[in-house]
């Protein structure tokens, strides 16, 4: 979806606030009024799709409603069918109006979108998990990998079997987290390059592809209510 939005829309992400921050300060270095439209008109957006949607998951946990990720999710999946669908003037992949309502429109409602599915899923066990952005997941995975060498080398100098060690391996928290956050990342790195070819192929239209994506998550839901999991770490946290 990132992919998708960063080059349809010219550079701005819709959901890495990080490089639309950096392009803000950039805009506003150089005066630029009217370029530092387009990475505010997303941030913006995707903070205030973030705010009420965790509203909207703390109100459902609070009344009970087990499967209000399954709404949220529609929401977002609506917001992708509608932006897949929209056919704006092109140029070699690019809206050729960077500055017009359409375009505007288009960068928050895929920035919406986003902000949606952040806000929807951010728990998975006991590790935060965001997964429109791995900036923290490559820190968290930096810290388990290192307290797993430690683990490794004090438990080799205390009973100085090897093999012993290597057996326990995968039964260690640090070492199953820092595989675990390892793979979201690959996933995510997979998503992009995905998303980057589809676009070639069929423009606007490959965002069809997270929209049936999303459709397997809701009927997860369904199953395995996410809403709870996450009012409960709301409150443990």
């Known amino acids: 979806m990132d992919a998708v939005g960063y080059i349809a829309l010219f550079q ?3 959901a890495n606030m990080s490089g639309n921050s950096i392009h803000i300060g950039m805009y506003l270095a150089n005066l630029d009024w009217r370029g530092l439209l387009r990475p505010t008109c997303a941030v913006v957006a995707y903070v205030g799709a973030m705010i009420v949607t965790r509203i909207a998951v703390q109100v459902g946990g609070r009344c009970r409603i087990r ?9 977002e999946a609506l917001l992708l069918l509608l932006f897949a669908h929209t056919t704006p003037a092109m140029y070699l992949g690019q809206m050729v109006d960077l500055h017009s309502p359409t375009y505007f429109a288009l960068v928050a409602l895929l920035a919406v979108a986003m902000g949606i599915q952040t806000a929807s899923l951010t728990h998975i066990g ?5 997964t429109t952005f791995v900036t923290g997941s490559l820190t968290k995975f930096a810290e388990s990998f290192t307290r797993a060498l430690f683990w490794a080398y004090d438990r080799i100098q205390q009973n100085g ?3 012993d060690t290597i057996r326990l391996v995968p039964q260690q928290e640090d070492v199953r987290d820092a595989v675990f956050l390892a793979s979201v990342w ?3 790195l997979f998503g992009a390059a995905l998303g980057t070819l589809a676009k070639y192929r069929w423009e606007l239209r490959s965002l069809y592809i997270p929209a049936a994506a999303l459709m397997v998550f809701i009927a997860v839901d369904q199953v395995y209510p996410v809403g709870v999991e996450e009012e409960q770490h709301q409150r443990t946290g």
Do not use: G, Q
């Open 67 to 75: 499967r209000v990720v399954s709404l949220t999710l529609t929401v």
């Open 186 to 188: 690959l996933c995510y």
């Open 161 to 163: 079997d090897v093999s």
């Open 12 to 14: 701005i992400f819709t």
């Open 126 to 130: 006991a590790l935060t998990i965001y």
